[in-house]
């Protein structure tokens, strides 16, 4: 039998603090996370810090992005006191189990990961590749896993990872006897995968190069505004949802639709101009990031108490991950410590 959650849903999902935080990684996730996931079920919500060290890093950076991203978690919504938020490298758990995640793992399942693919193909460019970039996925298996996580609410671009972890839960179960819980994805409705405003093909994502397509939840709202208006859409006279041919216009139709909780195709034709559209769009941008901002300015005057934060955070995720760690050592033949 797998160990069981107490009979709670249990959830776990994670930011990485590989750059600012983004409108995308909001809608995405965090905001869900906070309204509906902390609510309904057991959560865990961590800033996957090892994470980052997977491509070029600078030390200073990743220390002052990891504690933003943790005060952006908090600013949010996530309330510690119904919910756990703490730092991935503060639990070795999730390194103790990686470890055997690689185990478990082929070389050929790491390679067809999309997002090994594309970056992989940037850095070897600029010189290398990361070994830890191709095992990322087996860290992330470990993430979830050690804490019998029932669901993981991610955006789209995490969907093919999840399914890598499920098979890895299923292949140990099978091996070595029940010890994982076989975990689900949970997506939002809208806005699953929020497109760059400038190149409506490509993800949202916070290590972009350009950055005029990404808004960022710390943006000041002149900025949101400037990005907003000058988002790509098409040279089509009316304005229609169709992601497959017209991604720009598609894409900001489902922004307002996350932010105003419409319906992408309906709000289409509430329109006849672009530019009615994109200055609602912003307009709907500004007040969703404006509750977050403001309390993240509150909360980073405070550094201490979200270190406290995180420090009960973690004590609490090791407690939880620690029995189920331990019992995976055992089950694939390795002495107990003590
Ligand atoms: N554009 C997006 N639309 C919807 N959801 C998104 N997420 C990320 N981008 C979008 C979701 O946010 C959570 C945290 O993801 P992450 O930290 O992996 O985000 P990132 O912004 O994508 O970061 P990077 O460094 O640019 O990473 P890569 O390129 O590796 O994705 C996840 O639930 C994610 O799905």
Same mark, same amino acid.
């Given at each position: 039998?797998?160990?069981?959650?107490?009979?709670?849903?249990?959830?776990?999902?994670?930011?990485?603090?590989?750059?600012?935080?983004?409108?995308? $990684?909001?809608?995405?996730?965090?905001?869900?996370?906070?309204?509906?996931?902390?609510?309904?079920?057991?959560?865990?919500?961590?800033?996957? $810090?090892?994470?980052?060290?997977?491509?070029?890093?600078?030390?200073? %950076?990743?220390?002052?992005?990891?504690?933003?991203?943790?005060?952006?978690?908090?600013?949010?919504?996530?309330?510690?006191?119904?919910? !756990?938020?703490?730092?991935?490298?503060?639990?070795?758990?999730?390194?103790?189990?990686?470890?055997?995640?690689?185990?478990?793992?082929?070389?050929?399942?790491?390679?067809?990961?999309?997002?090994?693919?594309?970056? *992989?193909?940037?850095?070897?460019?600029?010189?290398? /590749?990361?070994?830890?970039?191709?095992?990322?996925?087996?860290?992330? *298996?470990?993430?979830?896993?050690?804490?019998?996580?029932?669901?993981?609410? /991610?955006?789209?671009?995490?969907?093919?990872?999840?399914?890598? !972890?499920?098979?890895?839960?299923?292949?140990?179960?099978?091996?070595?006897?029940?010890?994982?819980?076989?975990?689900?994805?949970?997506?939002?409705? /809208?806005?699953?995968?929020?497109?760059?405003?400038?190149?409506?093909?490509?993800?949202?994502?916070?290590?972009?190069?350009?950055?005029?397509?990404? /808004?960022?939840?710390?943006?000041?709202?002149?900025?949101?505004?400037?990005?907003?208006? %000058?988002?790509?859409?098409?040279?089509?006279?009316?304005?229609?949802?169709?992601?497959?041919?017209?991604?720009?216009?598609?894409?900001?139709?489902?922004?307002?639709?996350?932010?105003?909780?419409?319906?992408?195709?309906?709000?289409?034709?509430?329109?006849?101009?672009?530019?009615?559209?994109?200055?609602?769009?912003?307009?709907?941008?500004?007040?969703?990031?404006?509750?977050?901002?403001?309390?993240?300015?509150?909360?980073? *005057?405070?550094? *201490?108490?979200?270190?406290?934060?995180?420090?009960?955070?973690?004590?609490?995720?090791?407690?939880?991950?620690?029995?189920?760690?331990?019992?995976?050592?055992?089950?694939?033949?390795?002495?107990?410590?003590?």
């Amino acid at each position: 039998m797998a160990m069981t959650t107490g009979g709670r849903t249990r959830i776990f999902s994670g930011v990485q603090p590989t750059g600012h935080l983004t409108l995308g $990684n909001y809608l995405g996730a965090v905001r869900r996370w906070a309204e509906e996931d902390q609510h309904r079920a057991d959560a865990l919500f961590c800033v996957v $810090n090892l994470h980052a060290l997977t491509v070029e890093h600078d030390p200073a %950076r990743v220390r002052r992005l990891s504690r933003q991203a943790a005060t952006l978690l908090l600013a949010s919504g996530l309330d510690p006191e119904v919910c !756990t938020v703490f730092m991935q490298s503060q639990v070795d758990e999730h390194l103790r189990l990686s470890y055997l995640m690689e185990c478990t793992a082929s070389d050929g399942e790491m390679r067809r990961m999309i997002q090994y693919k594309e970056k *992989a193909a940037a850095q070897r460019a600029k010189g290398g /590749v990361r070994l830890s970039l191709l095992t990322y996925p087996a860290l992330m *298996a470990a993430d979830i896993l050690a804490y019998g996580t029932h669901e993981v609410p /991610v955006g789209e671009d995490q969907r093919q990872h999840v399914e890598l !972890t499920r098979d890895l839960a299923v292949r140990f179960n099978q091996r070595y006897g029940a010890t994982f819980v076989v975990p689900r994805t949970t997506l939002p409705a /809208v806005a699953a995968r929020v497109m760059d405003l400038q190149e409506p093909t490509s993800k949202m994502g916070k290590s972009r190069a350009r950055t005029a397509g990404v /808004v960022y939840l710390l943006d000041e709202p002149e900025v949101v505004r400037k990005k907003v208006l %000058r988002a790509v859409t098409d040279a089509e006279p009316e304005v229609a949802y169709d992601p497959e041919q017209r991604p720009g216009v598609a894409n900001l139709l489902n922004v307002l639709a996350a932010c105003t909780g419409g319906d992408p195709r309906r709000l289409a034709e509430g329109y006849d101009s672009y530019g009615a559209l994109k200055k609602d769009v912003a307009e709907a941008v500004v007040e969703t990031l404006r509750p977050v901002r403001e309390r993240h300015a509150e909360l980073a *005057a405070d550094p *201490a108490s979200v270190d406290a934060v995180l420090r009960r955070g973690a004590e609490r995720a090791r407690a939880l991950a620690r029995p189920r760690v331990d019992a995976a050592f055992e089950a694939v033949g390795l002495l107990p410590a003590g």
